[in-house]
Structures are given as structure tokens and as C-alpha cells.
């Protein structure tokens, strides 16, 4: 059976106490009403391989761990390069994947302090670290050799039931609308993070290359909200409608222009202050060290299996640029990008799915052809 700590204390206090038919009824009332023995997930054995959504057995959570009913998952770019395995870092297999996960806390194990039965929980890109390390002192904890991973190398938020560490699971305030939050907890956070990164003042232009995707449409967003003027850099008309309706200034299609780095210091008068590149593009990324305006911030986000960055470096020294790298975000993170979402300050551009369909979304993504982010609905 699950052990519930605080509720399990009360209970042996009660076993000792009261008869022993309180007892019992305490116990009804402090476990989740029913958990099923399994349920439905998505799942693959090999890279690149079926992805199959069948019956698997429902997790049991461990001291540390939540047990959440995941609602809605949302699909990142990342969980397509994990289900391809085309990262540099070894996946867990069999592996279900998904780490934007936002559902109901069902089960606690004997140590989780932090949540309750019942309490609104989001499954994150980072499920565990050290806490030990020097990393993990600064709250660098995505950072940590040993961090564990939700739909990498633990199984993720692509199923019904899904165990995550408690200390680094998101809270979602009651009442959250938990299909709309869901790209928030990685797509969401991440943004915000890389924004803070580049370190951008309020009136200053920040580019975001790969603008319509589900990263880049949140950082749209973020980045209005944070006073900042947007350029946006993504392909095809409508991708540019949608980036100009979150709130971009200017836009920039790379199918069109044939000088990509003419065109985004045309219209931003000698280029942007920052950069956050989200694309999928190898090439766009050594684009944007280039478009930069003098003492330009570069922030690497997007992970194009391969890919290098290459900066000229006489235009990288003279221009005093920066490049740097941001990696998802910590707790802290993440409540402040949960807090820009439940303000309002941001709108998560989302489609529903069912669950059985993640290959479907697989290939509208690798094709390039989504505006924002799919999310599924695990109950289908
Ligand atoms: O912590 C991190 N660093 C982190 C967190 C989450 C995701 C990194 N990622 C990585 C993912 O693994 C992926 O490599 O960020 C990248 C983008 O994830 P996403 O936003 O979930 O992908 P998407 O929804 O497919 O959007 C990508 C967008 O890039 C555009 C596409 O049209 C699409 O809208 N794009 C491409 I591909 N080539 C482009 C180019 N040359 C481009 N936009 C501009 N110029
Ligand atoms: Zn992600
Ligand atoms: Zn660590």
C-alpha cells in the first residue's frame, strides 16, 4: 500500500487511540479513491522505433515521490530528439516520454512534506539532482551530473500515472487550467529562464529565432511582458501572423529572405540586443552571432542534434558579444514563469490531442509544421 506521511502518523496515533473502525475509516479518506494497476501510456524499446500506447503498470512512488494523474502532457521538441535519441546523452529504454506533465497528486510516499493528496502538481524536464553538489548549492540543479530527467531517463508524463520527485515537482495553484499550463512547466519555464539569462534591459529588441514553435511562442509572450520590443524569426506566413498576434514587433521569414542577417538589423536598425535562439537550426544559430548589435547577449537554447555554433571572431571581439548557454530553469524558475501564467501576462497557444496520437505530432514537429504546442489528453 502507499504510505502517506503526515496522514500514516495521524493513523498509527489513531490506531492506538481510537477503535479500530476510525482507524479504517481515516485510512479511506487519506489514500486517492482508486488507483488503477495500469493504464495508458506511450512507449517505445528502441530509438527511433514504435511508439506503442497500450497498457503499462501504474508507477509505485518512492519516499521521495508524488504520484500525479496526468491530465494533460504537453509534446516538446526535446521528447521528439529523445524518442529519436540523437542527443549525445543515453535515454532510458523502454521509455515513456513527456516531461510537461500537469494532473492531480493521487499517492505520496513516507517523506514528501511539500504536497498533499489532492494538490495540482506539474512533472518537469528536471525530476531529481544531487542537492549535494556544487551545482546544486548555487540552485544550478538542472546543472548537476546526476540529474535525472522526466521522459529521458525516468518515464514521463506520456501516461495516466506518472511518479515524480517531490522537491523538484512544480505546484500549480488550485483552480490552474491544467491543459494550458502544461507547455508552461517546460517550453514556459525555459523561456523565462533564457530571457533572464540574456539580461536585456526594458526597450531594448530581442530576436527570438524559432518564434512560432512551442518555445518560441512563449518567449514571444515572456518577453512582452518583461518590457522588451520582439523580433521574430521563424518560416511562412502564418507562422508570422501567429508570432505578430503574440506580440512581435517585426518578423523575419528565413523561407523568404535571402539575407537573413541583412533583414534583422534592417529592421532593427543594426540588431537586436539579444538573441534567444530556439530553432532547430544549426545554421540560424551561427546567424544570430552574427545579426547581434554590438554587445549583443546570445542565448542558446534550441539543441540541433550535431550542431556547433560558429561565431566569426573578429566580429565576436570588436562587438564585445556574449554568448551563453540556458538549460530549462530552477524551482525558483519555474515559480515565477507559473506565477507570468496564472497573472494572465501569458497565453499558452495550444491544440488538443489524445495520447494515442503522439506519433501524429511527432511528424507535424519534425515537419515543422505546428504553431505552438500539441497537447494531450491522457483519457484519450
Ligand atoms: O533547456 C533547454 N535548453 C531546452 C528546453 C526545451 C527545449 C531546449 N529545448 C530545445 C528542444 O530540444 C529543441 O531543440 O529547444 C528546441 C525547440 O523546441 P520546441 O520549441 O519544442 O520546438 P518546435 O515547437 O518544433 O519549434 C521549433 C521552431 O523553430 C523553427 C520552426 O519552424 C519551429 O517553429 N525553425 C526551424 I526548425 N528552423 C528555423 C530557422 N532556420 C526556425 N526558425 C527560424 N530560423
Ligand atoms: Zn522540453
Ligand atoms: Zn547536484
Same mark, same amino acid.
Given at each position: 500500500m502507499l504510505s502517506i506521511t503526515r496522514v500514516s502518523a495521524l493513523r498509527t496515533q489513531f490506531a492506538t487511540f481510537a477503535k479500530p473502525a476510525v482507524a479504517q475509516q481515516l485510512a479511506r479518506y487519506s489514500t486517492a479513491p482508486s488507483i488503477p494497476k495500469t493504464q495508458k501510456g506511450c512507449i517505445f524499446d528502441t530509438a527511433g522505433g514504435p511508439i506503442e500506447y497500450k497498457d503499462i503498470p501504474v508507477p509505485t512512488p518512492k519516499p521521495n515521490e508524488i504520484l500525479v494523474n496526468v491530465k494533460y502532457s504537453g509534446v516538446c521538441h526535446t521528447d521528439l530528439h529523445a524518442w529519436k535519441g540523437d542527443w549525445p546523452l543515453p535515454v532510458k529504454l523502454p521509455l515513456v516520454g513527456g516531461h510537461e506533465g500537469a494532473g492531480v497528486v493521487v499517492a505520496k510516499g513516507s517523506n514528501v512534506q511539500n504536497f498533499e493528496i489532492g494538490d495540482l502538481a506539474g512533472i518537469k524536464?528536471?525530476? +531529481?539532482?544531487?542537492? +549535494?553538489?556544487e551545482f546544486c548549492q548555487q540552485g544550478a540543479e538542472s546543472n548537476c551530473p546526476d540529474a535525472d530527467l522526466s521522459g529521458y531517463t525516468h518515464d514521463g508524463s506520456f501516461q495516466q500515472y506518472a511518479t515524480a520527485d517531490a522537491v523538484q515537482a512544480a505546484k500549480l495553484p488550485p483552480g490552474t487550467d491544467l491543459a494550458a499550463v502544461a507547455p508552461i512547466l517546460c517550453a514556459g519555464v525555459t523561456v523565462y529562464k533564457a530571457l533572464k539569462t540574456a539580461d536585456l534591459r526594458p526597450g531594448q529588441i530581442v530576436a527570438i529565432s524559432g518564434a512560432a514553435g512551442g518555445l518560441g511562442s512563449l518567449a514571444v509572450q515572456y518577453a512582452v511582458a518583461m518590457g522588451l520590443r520582439v523580433l521574430g524569426i521563424d518560416g511562412g506566413e502564418e507562422k508570422g501572423n501567429f508570432v505578430k498576434s503574440l506580440g512581435a514587433e517585426f518578423f523575419v521569414d528565413f523561407t523568404k529572405e535571402k539575407d537573413i542577417v541583412a533583414a534583422v538589423q534592417k529592421a532593427t536598425n543594426g540588431g537586436p540586443h539579444g538573441v534567444i535562439n530556439v530553432s532547430v537550426s544549426e545554421a540560424a544559430i551561427s546567424q544570430s552571432a552574427e545579426y547581434a548589435r554590438t554587445l549583443g547577449k546570445i542565448v542558446l537554447v534550441g539543441l540541433p542534434a550535431g550542431a556547433v555554433c560558429k561565431s566569426p571572431v573578429f566580429n565576436h571581439v570588436v562587438k564585445s558579444l556574449q554568448i551563453k548557454g540556458s538549460y530549462v530553469g530552477n524551482r525558483q524558475d519555474t515559480t515565477e514563469a507559473v506565477d507570468f501564467f496564472t497573472r494572465g501576462l501569458v497565453k499558452s497557444p495550444f491544440k488538443i490531442v489524445g495520447l494515442s496520437e503522439l506519433p501524429e505530432v511527432f511528424e507535424l514537429m519534425e515537419k515543422g509544421k505546428i504553431l505552438g504546442r500539441y497537447v494531450l489528453d491522457t483519457s484519450k
Open positions: 524536464w528536471l525530476n +531529481g539532482s544531487c542537492m +549535494g553538489c
